[in-house]
């Protein structure tokens, strides 16, 4: 791939072009086919054209001054410690052979190569300039000096120099030239191979990577690129062609037009007898012309007023239904207003019975807490007579007793009240235990009564949600804004009446699921969770606006719809970066027809409906967004069910149908009043099951207070018994003491309880009374209310009577009026008919006055006006121009033959530049052929080579070139071994595999030419045994290749090389940071 002589195919390096696509073919060991023997270069010289002679470096990176370098012609070893300037001798051969910074790995800029404290870096290279690859030999001589100067701003200038000393350019673009010719590029990884590069291509892991590297190493790449830059370039010819095309059209166009004025030489005279003749034809053309527009509009005339008895019909077919339906209404209104009267009257009455129940009400407590007082009164005294009556008794049976018969009967008694005590004891805990039991159920009743409660409330709301939405379905048969809410149209009219005063700066718009339209019916309830509650709300421009929109909410309103405050903007946001864009399945925004952009706007902004899937199969929905690889952009998807998918949940709809996208009214309407029919049955079952629960909870809270009750008289029983068996347990020895006191007090007690029963005997009967008045007033208040119940009870059906005659009389009337202005409209059209066919006439007749002045017989002519008037005019002008320019006949011949001349002259150059682009075509189809079988011989060379340089360690390997997907795959097996047991070089040990590196890169130098080869620190992984396996081939190689030059950069001493004339070794000081680096030359011959 080299002009040198060479193993290369191809004797001519390609320049500087541009990638193109390129053939998909896999290359195998079995497949690709080997040459037969390595070829061997064909001299024994020494490299004449290209190699580097010497190399100076001064304040470059951290050394004050290195070299001259004087390097052999063949092998050159520069042998150094880390830090001895290696690697600044090749990053310095890179930069002043036009590299770029980042190309070195040592610097992203070229100001960082100057030392610390100089004002510029100066490098100095020289190339031999001898034999027949030569570069303008007469004028640079046998060496071409190249002198680099960096600046500290990082600005870099050139002076190339002849053998001579003298500056022959400046220019970048004579040494881009230079390098050309001499097939250098600093650029190619086999050409300089950097220590950071080699580091990076040894640890390389890609099989990409490596890929890339064979295809930079051939030029294939460049090749690749100049293959795009003439596809680009025929792209640039055809657009020529293009315009040359245009410019052809012009200059036919203008050869015609001499052309004409060249034969109207000839024909004047015939151009005026022409020009009579068709303006004859032209005058009639034009009376032929009106005659057929009129007969049109006289036919549509004559249909239009046949058909006016259809709308007169209509119109008087909806005003008696208009008619009948006020009546109707009227009649149903004074039903209605009837009732309401009687509900009026009877209301204060109602009052003046409830103010007289709650006042005989209070008189009634009043009374009962007296009866109370009386009787607890009663009690006290009943009960303080009996301990006086049992003192006095006791006393006097303790003094008449004189015997111990009296303490044995006591003794009896305080048993026997024992035994009965503890009966009572297990009495009371028994009952305890039925109360218990009787609690538990009465509040497991109420629980569940409570919960149905709960449920029949909800059932309830759900019923007048239906209803309510099933008057609002039925409105909007006429009115789809119903669906919304039946005071939606008002509240419109009333934004469309502010908007007309000026109190909105932008009409608000709203709302939203009215202004949207569906492109698939089927997934109204999808659209519809997912856009909730922003399908009922509102947009305004500004806060101004929403608070004037709040104040008329308010008006008309009951329950006021979201207001969201946005910018009006006058296009559709640009969501193609973030949209979600599936091939099957739409977005809400694709799937919506959406003619106002704010509208569209405020979705995007609020809902983000550009990232929301529609998948009308649940399934397939949480296949897309929970599989492995979910649409990019897409947030979440809905199914025609309404399910909500995410990529980690699932949400299922609260809803089973679309309430206000759906198109099918009456479907809808049957809908609900199925659901309101269910909803009645329920509610049926739900009064069932609350009457019987009630029903429970009365048995439950009977048997509760019946124990209760019995639990009571146990205990007071009980506590008898207690005091009993405690007076008897304190009972003493009687004493004798005076009866006289505690008589005169039975007597005053006996006294007070007859004063006191008189008392209480008068407050019952007061009690009695004033209970049988409450009871009356109660019960008449009761009356009085049913029977305001019922009257309102019958108003609710003429109320949905009197609601269902509006609607229908607004539906008459809408109909009325719709037919009226269709009526109106028809008999304007009628109106503008006749008078444009009246207009038509009297034209006609002034046409044909005139046609007749012209020509007196008419003339049948079959062209229109519009072709006979552009020929009228064309042939004026020929006749104008022509008598303008009759006398200089000499000039409109030479102005044709100049325009003929310009037309064959572009038509030839259209023609040849077609030509060119046929046989470009026709070029690089053979050549991408050509390129593709160099590529296929390539790799086969490359794993050839390969596979020899392994076998002289005894490795065996092989290379897999994938050039569809540009891949390059190496496995190599250490020793002997079965070729399947081939390992990837990841596998290898450090030392393995930088000499399987080295093998490769050496296969690649026996495919590629360059007059130079630099290797910097190429050995730094390996053993002592690959290393000498590595030099040896390397060495062979050089052997083989006197014509080349070889650089290896190495901080090994390199002291075991062999003897040979080839061979120089440049060795560097050690590095001292405070003196400026040395370098001392060694020839070992």
Excluded at 335 to 352: M, N
Excluded at 729 to 744: A, G, T, W
Excluded at 1012 to 1021: N, P
Aim: net charge neutral; charged share 30%.
């Amino acid at each position: 791939m080299s002009k040198r002589k060479s193993s290369a195919i191809n004797g001519n390096p390609p320049k500087r072009i541009k990638p193109v696509a390129e053939d998909s073919s896999v290359d195998s060991d079995q497949d690709d086919p080997l040459p037969g023997n390595q070829v061997q270069c064909s001299g024994e010289g020494v490299g004449d054209a290209g190699i580097v002679e010497s190399i100076t470096l001064k304040n470059f990176m951290c050394h004050s001054l290195l070299g001259p370098f004087a390097f052999g012609p063949n092998v050159n070893f520069v042998v150094g410690n880390n830090g001895s300037g290696k690697s600044a001798v090749l990053t310095a051969l890179i930069v002043a052979l036009g590299g770029k910074a980042q190309a070195t790995n040592r610097g992203s800029s070229l100001k960082g190569f100057v030392k610390e404290g100089e004002s510029s870096a100066d490098v100095s290279v020289t190339l031999r300039n001898k034999g027949r690859d030569a570069y303008k030999p007469e004028v640079y001589g046998t060496a071409i000096t190249i002198d680099l100067r960096i600046t500290r701003e990082g600005m870099r200038t050139y002076k190339l120099k002849s053998r001579s000393g003298q500056i022959v350019s400046t220019k970048k673009e004579e040494l881009i030239a230079i390098l050309d010719n001499f097939n250098i590029q600093v650029n190619n990884p086999v050409s300089v191979l950097t220590q950071e590069m080699s580091k990076y291509f040894l640890h390389s892991k890609g099989e990409g990577d490596k890929y890339k590297f064979f295809m930079k190493a051939t030029q294939l790449e460049q090749m690749r690129e100049d293959f795009v830059y003439i596809k680009t370039t025929k792209h640039v010819t055809e657009d020529k062609v293009g315009q040359h095309s245009e410019c052809l059209k012009d200059l036919k166009r203008k050869y015609h037009e001499k052309e004409d004025r060249y034969k109207s030489l000839a024909s004047l005279d015939e151009m005026h007898t022409k020009l009579e003749e068709l303006r004859k034809q032209m005058a009639w053309a034009l009376v032929m012309e009106l005659e057929k527009e009129l007969e049109p509009m006289k036919q549509k005339l004559q249909i239009d007023r046949k058909s006016t008895e259809k709308y007169d019909e209509k119109v008087e077919e909806w005003k008696n239904k208009v008619e009948q339906a006020e009546m109707k209404y009227r009649q149903i209104q004074e039903q209605l207003e009837g009732i309401t009267q009687q509900v009026h009257e009877l209301q204060p009455k109602c009052a003046e019975l409830k103010a007289e129940a709650q006042r005989c009400n209070t008189n009634l407590k009043s009374s009962e807490v007296t009866v109370h007082r009386c009787n607890a009164n009663l009690k006290d005294l009943q009960r303080d007579k009996a301990q006086l009556s049992l003192r006095i008794n006791d006393l006097k049976l303790s003094i008449s007793q004189t015997t111990g018969v009296e303490s044995q009967a006591r003794a009896e008694r305080m048993e026997q009240i024992k035994a009965e005590l503890e009966s009572l004891s297990h009495q009371t805990s028994t009952l305890c235990q039925q109360i218990d039991q009787y609690q538990n159920a009465s509040s497991r009743v109420k629980e569940e009564q409570e919960k149905m409660r709960r449920e029949h409330i909800t059932l309830q709301n759900t019923l007048a949600a239906s209803k309510r939405d099933l008057r609002n379905m039925e409105s909007s048969r006429t009115n789809r804004l119903r669906r919304f809410g039946e005071h939606m149209p008002a509240l419109l009219n009333a934004i469309e009446e502010a908007h007309r005063r000026g109190e909105f700066k932008h009409k608000p718009r709203g709302p939203l699921g009215h202004l949207i339209n569906l492109r698939d019916p089927e997934m109204a309830l999808a659209v519809e969770v997912c856009l909730k509650g922003q399908l009922q709300a509102f947009i305004c421009d500004n806060h101004d606006d929403e608070r004037v929109l709040q104040g008329l909410m308010a008006r008309v309103l009951q329950r006021r719809p979201t207001i969201i405050t946005s910018q009006f903007l006058p296009y559709v946001h640009d969501t193609r970066r973030r949209a979600v864009n599936h091939p099957q399945y739409p977005s809400v925004l694709q799937a919506l027809e959406i003619e106002d952009p704010v509208v569209a706007n405020c979705l995007i902004d609020q809902r983000g409906i550009e990232c929301i899937l529609l998948i009308k199969n649940r399934t397939e929905a949480r296949r897309v967004m929970q599989g492995a690889r979910p649409p990019q952009n897409c947030a979440q998807a809905f199914s025609v069910e309404g399910d909500q998918i995410f990529t980690n949940r699932v949400y299922t709809a609260d809803q089973n149908r679309a309430n206000f996208l759906s198109r099918d009214v009456e479907e809808e309407i049957r809908h609900l009043t199925r659901e309101i029919e269910n909803n009645q049955a329920q509610e049926a079952r739900f009064q069932q099951q609350m009457t019987r629960l009630d029903e429970e909870i009365r048995q439950n809270e009977t048997l509760l207070r019946r124990a209760q009750r019995e639990q009571k008289t146990a205990e007071e029983n009980a506590r008898k018994l207690q005091r009993e068996l405690t007076d008897l347990q304190n009972v003493e020895e009687p004493q004798s003491e005076d009866l006289k006191p505690l008589e005169e007090d039975l007597e005053e007690i006996v006294t007070k309880i007859s004063s006191k029963r008189a008392e209480y005997d008068n407050a019952r009967t007061q009690m009695a009374e004033l209970k049988a008045s409450y009871e009356k007033a109660e019960q008449e208040y009761k009356q009085h209310k049913e029977r305001i119940s019922t009257i309102a009870e019958e108003a609710d059906p003429v109320k949905e009577e009197l609601n269902k005659t509006d609607q229908d009389l607004m539906k008459c009337k809408h109909h009325k009026k719709h037919y009226e202005e269709k009526r109106s409209a028809h008999l304007q059209t009628i109106q503008a008919l006749e008078t444009n066919v009246t207009s038509k006439e009297q034209a006609i007749e002034t046409s044909v006055a005139k046609a007749t002045e012209i020509s007196s017989e008419r003339l049948e002519v079959r062209r229109t006006a519009r072709s006979l008037d552009s020929e009228i005019n064309r042939l004026k002008v020929k006749i104008t121009t022509q008598q303008e320019q009759q006398g200089d006949r000499e000039e409109v011949v030479r102005q044709y033959q100049e325009a003929l001349g310009n037309y064959k002259s572009m038509a030839q150059q259209v023609k040849n530049l077609n030509t060119f682009i046929r046989c470009l075509e026709t070029v690089m189809t053979e050549r991408l052929q050509v390129y593709a079988e160099l590529r296929r011989f390539l790799s086969a060379r490359c794993k050839y080579y390969f596979n020899s340089m392994l076998a002289q360690r005894g490795y065996t390997g092989s290379m897999t070139f994938d050039h569809k997907n540009e891949t390059l795959s190496i496995s190599v097996q250490p020793g002997q071994g079965n070729k399947a047991d081939l390992s990837d070089m990841r596998s290898l040990s450090g030392g393995e595999r930088s000499f399987s590196t080295v093998c490769f890169v050496l296969s690649l130098w026996a495919i590629t030419e360059a007059p130079f080869r630099c290797l910097d620190e190429f050995d730094v992984y390996m053993d002592m045994v690959n290393r000498r396996i590595s030099m040896d081939m390397m060495l062979k190689v050089a052997d083989g290749q006197r014509y080349r030059q070889f650089i290896f950069l190495t901080p090994q001493s390199m002291g075991n090389l062999p003897v040979s004339k080839i061979i120089r070794i440049l060795r560097l000081k050690d590095p001292d940071r405070g003196q400026n680096n040395t370098e001392r030359n060694e020839n070992d011959d």
